[in-house]
């Protein structure tokens, strides 16, 4: 089994900067993709940003250029660093790992994101 402990999240004004936190902890024997979906209220869960265990990215157009996906394989971690932030990135922020070498997937908690304008 694998826990998923997310920090970060909170309250920010319109155009300022957040940086999401997803540690990994418990039965971990290979290195994972990791990646952040959100969803608003009423809205599917979707995308923002994915990094694969290469290290190669994939971010989400409606974040491009404001999003920065990173992670340390040593703490087991991934990072979300936001900026310009809109109220429309109000939403619950969850961490996603998917080990590949055994199709196993499990989500965090969620965070909550909020962008107040």
């Known amino acids: 089994q694998v826990q998923l402990v997310e920090s970060g999240g909170g309250l920010v004004q319109a155009g300022g900067s957040l940086r999401l936190s997803c540690a990994a902890s418990g039965s971990i024997f290979s290195i994972p993709n990791m990646g952040w979906y959100r969803q608003a209220p009423g809205k599917q869960r979707e995308l923002v940003a994915l990094?694969?265990?290469?290290?190669?990215?994939n971010i989400a157009d409606s974040v491009k250029g404001r999003v920065t996906i990173s992670r340390d394989n040593a703490k087991n971690t991934v990072y979300l660093q936001m900026s310009s932030l809109k109220p429309e990135d109000t939403a619950v922020y969850y961490c996603?790992?998917?080990?590949?070498?055994?199709?196993?997937?499990?989500w965090g908690q969620g965070t909550q994101v909020t962008v107040s304008s």
């Open positions: 996603h790992v998917h080990f590949t070498l055994y199709n196993q997937q499990y």
């Open positions: 990094i694969f265990s290469s290290g190669t990215t």
